[in-house]
């Protein structure tokens, strides 16, 4: 069975509305960017891309499909994935209500974290966000059919694992550049403020969520 390319078109168009819109992975990826700089946000970006990769293949072998089935599975990834945004919103939060002047150090002698930490806290955040499962879901269901190959198993995961590189790296990419750092520098205090909010809202959505 040939893989139709109109098919794969219209599941690497929703698999790019789903991850290129605004989100948690992607306000964190452009807060670092802008933040901590471009191998920073970099590292975050390839965590992010690393969880989305895992959800992907477990969505591909069918694994996730039986752990949707499970509530319980369900209701422990969402607790605990709606605890983290919330620690991502309060930090954020934190850091809107500090002034410059309190902050103490430029942004320049902001010290990052370290690559592998920056990396670790991108994939938790994606394997800890049922939306990223579930999108998989809705991803895999809508380009797999009964009569799916292997074929078209292997070519609907490169394509969104290419994508997935391109949208989360891509964020990274812009969000670091020279006009966008010196937004950062007039507009911290917003940005974090819009951080906090995104974080908080999608922390108690999931909480508040039924399962």
């Not at 605004?22 to 920073?40: C, E, F, L, T």
């Not at 966000?129 to 074929?151: C, D, E, R, S, V």
């Not at 950062?184 to 039924?210: D, N, P, Q």
Request: hydrophobic share 50%; with cysteine; proline share 4%.
């Amino acid at each position: 069975m040939s893989v139709d390319p109109h098919h794969l078109a219209l599941v690497f168009t929703a698999y790019i509305i789903a991850a290129a819109s605004p989100g948690p992975s992607n306000m964190r990826i452009m807060g670092v960017a802008m933040h901590q700089g471009r191998q920073s946000a970099l590292m975050i970006a390839a965590g992010v891309v690393s969880g989305s990769l895992f959800w992907g293949s477990m969505a591909a072998t069918g694994v996730s499909a039986i752990l949707a089935q499970y509530a319980q599975a369900l209701v422990v990834l969402k607790i605990a994935g709606g605890l983290y945004l919330l620690f991502l919103a309060y930090k954020a939060g934190k850091s809107a209500m500090t002034s410059d002047e309190k902050q103490g150090r430029p942004l320049d002698a902001i010290r990052p974290a370290s690559g592998f930490s920056l990396y670790r806290r991108g994939l938790l955040m994606h394997l800890t966000n049922p939306k990223a499962l579930l999108g998989w879901i809705a991803t895999m269901t809508l380009g797999l059919g009964p009569g799916a190959t292997p074929t078209t198993v292997a070519v609907i995961l490169a394509g969104c694992a290419i994508l997935s590189i391109t949208i989360f790296c891509g964020y990274a990419l812009v969000f670091s550049t020279a006009p966008m750092i010196r937004m950062y520098r007039h507009a911290r205090r917003w940005i974090e403020g819009t951080l906090a909010l995104v974080f908080g809202a999608a922390g108690m959505k999931l909480l508040l969520s039924r399962a």
